[in-house]
Nanobody
Framework: QVHLVESGGGSVQTGGSLRLSCDAS??????MAWFRQNPGKEREGVAT????????TYANSVKGRFTISKDIAKTTLYLQMNNLKPEDSGTYYC????????????????????WGQGTQVTVSS
């Protein structure tokens, strides 16, 4: 079992920054990821990091602005978000896939095994 709890969401203006955190308990040596979703839209992958903490992937829309990282000692997953845009708004979810490798989970949320409850990010223009 894996339990995920996100924090760090909030409201910022365009160009601002936020850092999301996800505290993970249970088996932590899994691929982990961040997804986001807006009402009426499908959940989309934002970034992934595999259990080696070396391999990461990003959605094209956030490359160069967002950084995913994980602190093994603290079992915490982070998403540093810089130069935020209004289209980055949404509910952000921490996720874990029951595999050390992430594979194509960024584009296939059906492969996620565990979800957090979500944290809201609002970017105003």
């Amino acid at each position: 079992q894996v339990h995920l709890v996100e924090s760090g969401g909030g409201s910022v203006q365009t160009g601002g920054s936020l850092r999301l955190s996800c505290d993970a308990s249970g088996y932590i040596y899994y691929c982990m990821a961040w997804f986001r979703q807006n009402p009426g839209k499908e959940r989309e992958g934002v970034a992934t990091i595999d259990s080696s903490l070396i391999d990461t992937t990003y959605a094209n829309s956030v490359k160069g602005r967002f950084t995913i990282s994980k602190d093994i000692a603290k079992t915490t997953l982070y998403l540093q978000m810089n130069n935020l845009k209004p289209e980055d708004s949404g509910t952000y979810y921490c996720a874990a896939r029951t595999s050390r490798s992430c594979g194509d989970v960024l584009t296939d949320p059906e492969k996620v095994g565990y979800w957090g409850q979500g944290t809201q990010v609002t970017v105003s223009s």
